[in-house]
């Protein structure tokens, strides 16, 4: 019957600090805060970058832009390229006429020679 009283008995409770239980509640407490500074320079580098993205979001509509007057250009000046052959044939179309006009008015005053000598020779 001792051993049965023995048995219930509570223990004693010690006060007695563990070192091993500082150490790795300590070693907790260390672990946690350096993921939450992790954590702050993560967040804080993510807003950064969503910064830049837009910042970039925005240049790229702007030479999306550019690049449209720069289309229109190239549209503009095949254009005016054509026009330019255009108006080149037609000043060498023109060319041949005032040289057909030059070689009929030769053949004109030559027929008119002949007929003046004709009048003359007449009278």
């Known amino acids: 019957m ?4 023995d048995m219930l008995k509570a223990p004693k409770v010690r006060n007695e600090v563990n070192v091993n239980t500082l150490v790795n509640v ?3 407490l ?4 350096g ?3 992790s954590w702050g320079q993560l967040t804080g580098r993510l807003d950064e970058h969503d910064r830049v993205v837009t ?3 925005a240049q790229i509509e ?19 390229e054509q026009s330019q052959s255009d108006l080149a044939r ?3 179309e023109l060319k041949d006429l005032v040289n057909g006009q030059g070689t009929d008015l030769r053949v ?4 008119l020679d002949r007929v003046e000598n004709k009048l003359d020779e007449r009278r």
């Open 55 to 57: 910042r970039h979001g």
């Open 90 to 92: 037609s000043v060498m």
């Open 2 to 5: 001792a051993e049965e009283k």
């Open 35 to 37: 993921m939450g500074a």
């Open 108 to 111: 004109i005053r030559e027929v």
């Open 30 to 33: 260390i672990v946690i805060a």
């Open 62 to 80: 702007n030479l999306r832009g550019e690049i449209g007057k720069i289309d229109n250009l190239t549209y503009r000046v095949t254009i005016v």
């Open 26 to 28: 300590l070693g907790f």
